[in-house]
């Protein structure tokens, strides 16, 4: 409103000065016209009669008969003739200004105030033979005039102003109820109601601008439909679980959390407070703020969320910030694990008694069997090897049972890879030899020298840190790997292809034992080059009683547990073991150890 009132009165005043100021100029252009017109005249009129009458007969006769007041000068600017003074009485006016372009020759126009009388005149003035003439028109009727015809304009601007403004004010107020709908209905929006609509017709501005509003309405309304039907879809799917899920803000406070996540804690979850209100395990804690500063996904096992429970605690970041956490119950599988253990390991220790008495009781009646006796004997020696088979086998499971419930206590300590290498080399020297294999020890795959001993001191091997292991442990590592070696890798000679294969030139019937450098670890590796294994045997080699080829295990008086007692060893040491191999290209068995 207030910019519709400042643009009207700038009309009304610019239209008041413009026709004003142009009425006026061309009032005096046409008065001046004719004042000229009647002063040319007089001079002819003045030329003419000079002779017949007097100049001051002529100025009285000619000023009544126009209605002016006339004047005639001489050359120097002396006043002949007035038609309403005495010519005495008046000045010289040769300095005038239509005087002064009269005497010139031109004709001389001039407007100002009378300094006797105070009215304004228009002065107009030609050249006659000896002087001039002049003729005075007051301007004080033309000044009434204009100041009547500007009353009028004033008048008439006052009315179309008045009239601008009732038509300005109708619109602005139209215009303001279309845009206080317009704010109410997106302040209803902003609130949450997102089926308000404007519903405007008009095509205009304001009109496009509510049909904006319409139609992105409509779109939030059906994206924030989607957004609710899959937020039930995933409350549905959460709450369907076992495991309980809670997800955290990155300030530290609960955002929401599943069914099995209420019913978990006693006090029940406490939506947008602190999570140590609902939660106050430490294990739990650290692991969501871990998971939230590293951006990584973070798992850790907690055991005081509920007094005599476990939870496994993995905390992923939210893309936000915070987590989701999810906890699994694992009371109920350690429970059925140690149940599992304890089983193994009683029926392992009561079957050890019974089996030494068959095999003792067995190599008994062997030694005193005659030699004749060839069936008995095949008897017994049956006997015999499957009560020490036995007997292998229960030991293993009892090792096994061991280190994973952790009674097994390993020392660590630094040890050189080298002597870990070296010792296990002492070890199976012979026992390869009599299997017709040369077991080897080499710094790395990428070594020059295909039989470099680890005792020499330029050995890549001698350069490795130290690792944290337990020698015993390690040992028996290297014992299961190499004894794997030896019954199926010894039917091959030296294979191409392989990535730890030795230099060309090599000998068939060869084992390599070998460490090299890896980040914060160092690898051993254990490279057979016998008949590999399939791919699809890889991931399950290291499960117990898993065999690739089952009757040759058993002909060869395997157990199946080596590889799985290699696996809870390495993961005692927060190491790893894994397996590569290629068919007719040998199998590699590494281990890592960390660095002391």
């Known amino acids: 409103m207030a910019a519709f009132l400042v643009v009207i009165l700038a009309a009304a005043i610019t239209f008041d000065a413009m026709l004003g100021g142009a009425w006026q100029v061309s009032l005096r252009n046409e008065i001046e016209r004719n004042l000229i017109q009647k002063t040319q005249l007089l001079a002819i009129r003045v030329e003419a009669d000079r002779n017949g009458r007097s100049l001051a007969e002529i100025a009285a006769q000619e000023g009544q008969a126009a209605g002016n007041r006339v004047t005639i000068i001489d050359s120097t600017g002396s006043v002949l003739a007035d038609s309403e003074s005495r010519p005495s009485a008046i000045e010289n006016l040769a300095q005038r200004k239509e005087f002064t372009a009269a005497l ?75 845009l206080e709908r317009i704010v109410e209905v997106a302040a209803r929006i902003a609130d949450g109601d997102l089926q308000a609509r404007i519903l405007e017709t008009s095509q205009d501005e304001i009109g496009r601008v509510a049909g904006a509003i319409d139609k992105t309405a409509r779109r939030v309304e059906h994206s924030f439909a989607a957004v609710r039907s899959s937020q039930r879809q995933l409350e549905t799917l959460l709450n369907s679980m076992q495991d309980a899920v809670i997800a955290i803000s990155a300030d530290g406070l609960v955002q929401w959390a599943n069914q099995p996540m209420d019913r978990l804690v006693p006090q029940g979850t406490r939506l947008h407070q602190p999570v140590v209100e609902t939660i106050r395990d430490p294990d739990f804690l650290a692991t969501v703020k871990e998971a939230t500063a590293a951006r990584e996904v973070k798992t850790a096992r907690a055991t005081s969320i509920v007094p005599g429970r476990a939870f496994d605690v993995t905390a992923a970041p939210l893309p936000d910030g915070g987590a989701v956490a999810v906890l699994r119950d694992l009371t109920e599988t350690e429970r059925v694990e140690k149940t599992r253990r304890d089983f193994i390991a009683n029926v392992s220790h009561e079957l050890r008694t019974p089996l030494t008495s068959i095999q003792g009781y067995a190599e008994t009646l062997l030694d005193s069997t005659p030699e004749n006796a060839a069936p008995t004997r095949d008897f017994l020696e049956i006997i015999r090897k499957n009560s020490a088979r036995m007997s292998r086998l229960t030991e293993e499971l009892l090792t096994l049972a061991r280190v994973e419930s952790g009674e097994t206590r390993f020392e660590m300590e630094p040890v050189p890879p080298a002597e870990l290498l070296h010792d296990a080399e002492e070890s199976f020297r012979e026992i390869a030899r009599t299997h017709g294999i040369d077991l080897q020890i080499q710094g790395s795959q990428n070594e020059d020298s295909q039989n470099e001993d680890s005792s020499n001191a330029d050995s890549p091997i001698q350069h490795l840190r130290s690792v944290l292991a337990d020698r015993e442990a390690i040992h028996q590592v290297f014992s299961n790997l190499i004894d794997n070696a030896l019954k199926y890798g010894s039917n091959s000679g ?25 980040p914060r670890a160092v690898e051993f590796f254990v490279q057979d080059f016998g008949a590999g294994i399939a791919s699809e045997h890889l991931p399950r080699l290291f499960e117990r009683f898993y065999r690739v080829d089952k009757a040759r295990s058993r002909e060869s008086g395997g157990t199946g547990l080596g590889l799985a007692i290699a696996k809870h060893i390495m993961l005692a040491h927060g190491g790893s073991i894994r397996a590569e191999s290629d068919l007719a290209h040998g199998s590699t068995f590494l281990f890592t150890l960390p660095t002391a």
């Open 494 to 518: 030296s294979k191409s292809g392989s990535k730890y294969e030795l230099k060309p030139g090599a000998s068939p019937g060869r084992i390599v034992l070998g460490a090299r450098a890896v």
């Open 104 to 178: 010139s020759g031109h004709v001389g126009v001039d407007q100002r105030r009378s300094a006797t009388i105070g009215t304004p005149f228009l002065y107009v003035a030609v050249p006659i033979s000896g002087g001039a003439v002049r003729l005075a028109y007051p301007l004080s009727d033309v000044e009434a005039v204009s100041l009547q015809v500007r009353h009028r304009l004033e008048l008439a601007s006052g009315l179309a102003f008045l009239f601008a403004l009732v038509v300005a004010a109708v619109a602005a107020h139209w215009s303001a109820r279309r």
